[in-house]
């Protein structure tokens, strides 16, 4: 068979099923909701990744909805690039959850995974045009911080980078972001290893010492102060429960 009997064998059969795509408009419609950050529109316009919406690629379910999982994630980080997000950060989230979805091992696991993929995009994209509304000197320090997370970053290094007095951007810092420097480098810091403990096989004395933390206890404690839980419990209650067969 043809590719062109092919195309029209599947057509009927889509018809005949009542098994059609969604519309363009409504994927437009939830792509340029995650590219807005809007959770409000993506929650109203994200269908379920096992839907019909999103047609047939493999006669495997389970394949099909990891197949799925890729275009969409692709597609999400295309269009949040084109939006402003650095390239690095995109291309590095759609690595990140194309090789979970190559080794989940339950169609649960990938629809999990799909919604975490969505939602992460989008919150990202929100914090991203909340950033835009900053001056010229803390979008720099932003950006700084976000690309020297792994190396140790002091107020005076922030400062001549912006070429500010500390105590000046100390004070613009605070009332732009609303948190000193140092309390941002740590959340963003934690943040970094919630999702390296979730979603890759690192340990957290691997993910702490990346992450630039002093020592292993320190970063257990700072970990502890803004989750509530440690690493170790962090892990094993989110990696092993998303991810682990049972």
Not at 108 to 129: C, G
Not at 165 to 189: C, E, H, M, N, W
């Given at each position: 068979m043809n590719t062109e009997q092919s195309f029209t064998l599947s057509t009927f059969l889509q018809r005949e099923n009542a098994s059609v795509h969604s519309a363009y408009s409504s994927e437009l419609a939830f792509f340029h909701a995650v590219q807005s950050g809007d959770i409000k529109k993506v929650q109203e316009a994200m269908s379920p990744l096992d839907s019909n919406d999103f047609g047939t690629l493999s006669d495997n379910p389970f394949r099909n909805l990891c197949y799925h999982l890729v275009i969409s994630t692709a597609l999400i980080t295309r269009f949040c690039m084109e939006a402003g997000m650095p390239s690095e950060e995109a291309y590095t989230l759609s690595d990140l959850y194309i090789?979970?979805?190559?080794?989940?091992?339950?169609?649960?696991?990938?629809?999990?995974?799909?919604?975490?993929?969505?939602?992460?995009?989008?919150?990202?994209?929100?914090?991203?045009?909340?950033?835009?509304?900053?001056?010229?000197?803390?979008?720099?320090?932003?950006?700084?911080?976000?690309?020297?997370?792994?190396?140790?970053?002091?107020?005076?290094?922030?400062?001549?980078?912006?070429?500010?007095?500390?105590?000046?951007?100390?004070?613009?810092?605070?009332?732009?972001?609303?948190?000193?420097?140092?309390?941002?480098?740590?959340?963003?810091?934690?943040?970094?290893?919630?999702?390296?403990?979730?979603?890759?096989?690192?340990?957290?004395?691997?993910?702490?010492?990346?992450?630039?933390?002093?020592?292993?206890?320190?970063?257990?404690?700072?970990?502890?102060?803004?989750?509530?839980?440690?690493?170790?419990?962090?892990?094993?209650?989110?990696?092993?429960?998303?991810?682990q067969a049972d």
């Open positions: 090789r979970k979805a190559d080794t989940a091992p339950t169609i649960e696991a990938i629809s999990t995974l799909h919604r975490q993929m969505v939602f992460d995009f989008t919150n990202r994209m929100r914090r991203m045009k909340t950033r835009q509304v900053f001056s010229k000197p803390i979008r720099q320090c932003l950006d700084y911080i976000y690309e020297n997370l792994h190396t140790p970053i002091l107020l005076k290094d922030l400062a001549d980078f912006v070429e500010l007095s500390p105590a000046y951007l100390s004070a613009l810092f605070k009332k732009q972001v609303g948190s000193t420097i140092s309390a941002y480098i740590r959340g963003l810091r934690i943040d970094a290893a919630k999702n390296m403990l979730q979603y890759s096989e690192y340990t957290s004395i691997e993910i702490g010492n990346y992450l630039n933390f002093c020592s292993h206890s320190h970063f257990i404690n700072v970990f502890r102060q803004e989750t509530g839980m440690t690493p170790r419990q962090f892990k094993q209650h989110f990696f092993s429960r998303n991810w």
